[in-house]
């Protein structure tokens, strides 16, 4: 069996790189698939490109995973490979004659209706949270009623992601509650503004608040239990507000950033500033927004059929 160093390979991603925690995760998880793979199958170095192409198959055929999935992992693999052999020439890659095409669908973002953004608008700042487990306390924390409803209108006016606002900290916000310094994907610095007056003041107070408690080099958002916001917790808040709501698929953090995207090239906002300020380094990744745009346009048109109109 090939000896797999994913560690040492994620540290130099890391270190390197400068690759973000959640890429890294997949990266370790990615090589402990294929590292099962090669023991499972008794390969051992070096190894070769029938081993890649068996691999690939085993993705597919065995595990059924889906085609960006399969891409991924490869896609680490050969980076990996790539690393290793930089270290040691007597381990070539064995990707150096491979070519594997995986179609990957692709789908279009689905941002939320206005409609129902104007409904989550609308619920206030009353308490959003997963229903309590018996035996536990009932009520909610005033921290939790303030921070969800204002993460989810600074969600929909930037398009954040939901890890990058999670890990702002207070001084990364300017004073007056209009910018915010935002760390996104590779460690990349940009800065995010608040156009809207009222939220710029929610912001302000809140900032002024946990900057009261806590000084400046602390998480701006926290749990319950004073700790950092974690990503996967306001999901579960988004989850729960779904439910209350009765919203058919459920929010996510994700969806907020999709219609971010789309209502601001539908009010006519030049591609490349929603594309600075998601932060997508390549134009094609905003451009697919245009599309859902166009999407929406098919739709309203068909809705009214104008030829329809002049015959009735």
């Known amino acids: 069996m090939p000896r797999l160093d994913h560690t040492a390979f994620v540290n130099a991603c890391r270190d390197e790189r400068g690759v973000g925690h959640h890429t890294l995760r997949a990266y370790a998880q990615d090589l402990r698939t294929f590292a099962r793979f090669t023991e499972t199958h008794r390969l051992s170095d070096p190894l070769s490109k029938d081993d890649i192409l068996a691999y690939h198959r085993h993705l597919r055929d065995a595990l059924n995973a889906k085609p960006a999935t399969i891409e991924r992992r490869l896609v680490t693999l050969k980076s990996y490979f790539a690393w290793r052999e930089d270290r040691n020439s007597a381990l070539p890659s064995p990707f150096a004659d491979v070519r594997i095409s995986v179609r990957i669908p692709r789908r279009l973002p689905r ?27 009932d009520a909610t924390p005033a921290s939790e009623i303030a921070v969800t409803p204002l993460i989810i209108k600074l969600l929909i006016v930037t398009g954040l992601r939901i890890s990058e606002l999670t890990n702002v900290k207070v001084r990364d916000v300017s004073h007056d509650g209009s910018q915010i ?7 990349n610095e940009r800065i995010v503004f608040v156009p809207n007056r009222e939220l710029q003041e929610e912001l302000k107070h809140y900032l002024m608040a946990r900057y009261a408690q806590c000084g400046s080099s602390e998480a701006l958002f926290l749990n319950t239990e004073g700790r950092r916001l974690r990503s996967a917790t306001f999901r ?36 490349r500033m929603v594309q600075a300020l998601l932060g997508h380094a390549n134009l094609k990744t905003t451009e697919i927004y245009v599309r859902v745009s166009n999407h929406a346009l098919r739709r309203a048109l068909e809705r009214a059929d104008i030829l329809e109109v002049l015959r009735n």
Request: glycine share 10%; aromatic share 2%.
């Open 181 to 187: 310094l935002v760390r996104g994907k590779g460690n």
């Open 236 to 271: 579960k808040r988004l989850r729960a507000l779904s439910r209350r709501l009765g919203i058919e698929p459920h929010l996510t953090p994700h969806r907020f950033r999709h219609s971010a995207a789309t209502l601001l090239i539908e009010e006519g906002i030049d591609i």
């Open 111 to 137: 941002p939320i209706d206005r409609d129902i953004l104007k409904a989550v608008l609308q619920v206030g700042d009353g308490p959003i949270a997963p229903p309590s487990k018996p035996g536990e306390h």
